[in-house]
């Protein structure tokens, strides 16, 4: 028997409800969405903006992960989430360590830090929220002023993102 209408009762979210037909309209699919990382270390420049060079796939959905960067596919304008996460093979402590998220080479987040401290290595992550659209690319890039360092390759340095809405 179909339920044609709903009376104004009130329901209880706790309980366990089966259905029977088709629910929409509920979550949402987070596609396309990416997670990179490098297969080995990188040397960066002292005072340089220097793009990281991501080379390892873990996966991608939409094989829009390339030339390390990310470029939104056709038909898949949105908000977009970024988490970028770096670390130093060097303790660089009280000099300058940034890393940048940036949509079609512009900064859109973008965050500092000293450096480790004692024997600890540097590390930085950050986020970012982006409405983009087809065509539009992100990459990611780090800056230090400390001599030449070296970004970890492995799980040291991962770069994600996925569509939100």
Do not use: W
Request: proline share 1%; net charge negative.
């Amino acid at each position: 028997m179909a339920i044609d209408k709903i009376q104004s009762e009130s329901i209880n979210l706790a309980d366990n409800f089966a259905f029977t037909g088709t629910v929409t309209g509920a979550g949402g699919v987070n596609t396309p969405a990416f997670l990179v990382s490098k297969a080995s270390d990188q040397s960066v420049s002292n005072g340089t903006s220097t793009k990281v060079l991501l080379d390892s796939t873990v996966y991608d959905t939409a094989s829009a992960f390339s030339s390390n960067k990310f470029t939104v596919p056709s038909g898949k304008d949105g908000v977009y989430f970024f988490h970028f996460g770096v670390i130093t093979n060097e303790n660089i402590s009280g000099n300058k360590f940034q890393a940048g998220i940036r949509v079609n080479g512009g900064e859109v987040a973008f965050t500092a830090n000293s450096g480790g401290s004692g024997s600890y290595r540097a590390g930085i992550t950050l986020s970012a929220l982006a409405n983009l659209s087809a065509g539009d690319y992100v990459d990611v890039t780090i800056f230090q002023q400390y001599g030449t360092v070296t970004v970890g390759g492995g799980s040291f340095c991962n770069f994600q993102g996925f569509r939100i809405s």
